[in-house]
């Protein structure tokens, strides 16, 4: 079985913790999830959300999409990768450029609602 491969900004806490959490540990392994982070530090939460029991489905990475050098790192790790699925928890950020060229968001607010409120949501790659 093919795998959904899904990369996931903003796992340290919250919105991104719980996805990523979640689909990582899908008994039918269906994913194969890019779980990013800007301090890895934090990624000891996500691993505990798990208890290590994800280790073929949940790769996390250190990802600071204000950061090109760390754009450039994220980028060349999932090189050669096909994202399927880029989801989003940060404020106006609908896509991290460089990870995941080529994809297509399914409804975009406009430049001024992004700036009044955060944007949640994914992207699919066409």
Do not use: W
């Not at 798990?50 to 996390?60: A, R």
């Not at 790790?77 to 399927?84: E, P």
């Not at 001024?112 to 699919?124: A, D, I, L, T, V």
């Amino acid at each position: 079985m093919e795998r959904t491969t899904v990369l996931i900004t903003g796992c340290s806490s919250g919105i991104g913790l719980g996805l990523a959490a979640r689909l990582a540990a899908d008994t039918a392994r269906r994913f194969k999830v890019y779980a990013t982070m800007r301090d890895l530090a934090k990624g000891d939460r996500l691993l505990e959300r798990l208890g290590g029991c994800c280790p073929d489905t949940l790769e996390v990475l250190q990802l600071d999409v204000t950061d090109p050098c760390s754009l450039a790192a994220a980028a060349q790790r999932v090189q050669g990768q096909q994202l399927d699925v880029l989801g989003t928890a940060l404020p106006g950020v609908p896509s991290v450029p460089g990870v995941a060229e080529g994809t297509s968001v399914g409804s975009q607010p406009s430049p001024r609602h992004q700036e009044e409120k955060p944007n949640y949501g994914s992207c699919r790659q066409s």
